[in-house]
């Protein structure tokens, strides 16, 4: 079965440090992959998307940036953290397969910038 | 990209039928309707995905229309553990992107 896995859980970062968000997925290979931000309240923020290794795509500026080293790998980073980067990061994973919708999350990763 | 629009919130009682409708008047022929759960704290889970006319499973049923302009999720018999943030999206050939909106937050009251 697959699954997929993030740390840290909790990060309490200063503003203006560096960041490192990992994901992984076992149990599937070259899947879609997706890194989402949920600031205070509701609605997610897809902020950037994979279809293999080394292919990112942006889908807001910011300062974030998010590689994927391995195919089942996908990390966010910033060099420096600004407040508004608060809130809860999710990696999520999807199979190439066409009509087929169903994106699978991980647990999240709820970062607070001080 | 076909936007959606949904309830803010809804209250329900443990026991009842909840129907919530989405509305999506710009869904392109390839685009499919796909509802998801969330729970505080945690990722959004699939709960069920259709196309046209009705589609049914062991969590819920999805009503669309023949224009599919809207869709109502129906959850039958709601408990308290069902209280949760209901999402709507409509999903076509975009590379897999998911566009989540602000969703409807259902409250379940004994």
């Known amino acids: 079965s697959q699954t997929i896995h993030q740390w840290p859980a909790t990060l309490v970062q200063p503003v203006g440090s560096p960041l490192s968000l990992e994901c992984t997925v076992e149990?599937?290979?070259?899947?879609?992959l997706y890194w989402y931000r949920q600031a205070a309240g509701r609605g997610l923020q897809l902020l950037f998307y994979?279809?293999?290794?080394?292919?990112i795509s942006s889908e807001v500026p910011q300062n974030l940036s998010a590689s994927r080293p391995q195919d089942r790998q996908f990390i966010l980073s910033s060099k420096k953290l600004l407040l508004s980067d608060s809130g809860f990061y999710l990696c999520?994973?999807?199979?190439?397969?066409?009509?087929?919708?169903?994106?699978?999350f991980g647990p999240g990763t709820r970062l607070t910038v001080l | 990209l076909a936007k959606t629009t949904q309830p803010i919130s809804m209250d329900s009682y443990e026991g009842q039928e909840v129907n919530i409708t989405c509305s999506h008047n710009?869904?392109?022929?390839?685009?499919?309707i796909t509802w998801y759960q969330q729970f505080p704290s945690q990722g959004p889970r699939f709960i069920i995905q259709?196309?046209?006319t009705k589609v049914t499973n062991e969590v819920a049923s999805l009503f669309i229309p023949a224009d599919r302009k809207s869709s109502t999720l129906s959850l039958p018999r709601v408990s308290l553990s069902d209280t949760a943030v209901y999402y709507c999206?409509?999903?076509?050939?975009?590379?897999?992107?998911?566009?989540f909106g602000q969703g409807t937050e259902l409250s379940v009251k004994p």
């Open positions: 999520a994973w999807r199979p190439k397969r066409i009509s087929y919708n169903e994106q699978f």
């Open positions: 994979s279809v293999g290794i080394g292919q």
């Open positions: 710009n869904i392109a022929t390839n685009d499919y």
């Open positions: 149990g599937t290979s070259n899947p879609n």
């Open positions: 999206l409509v999903v076509g050939n975009q590379g897999g992107k998911l566009i």
């Open positions: 259709g196309y046209k």
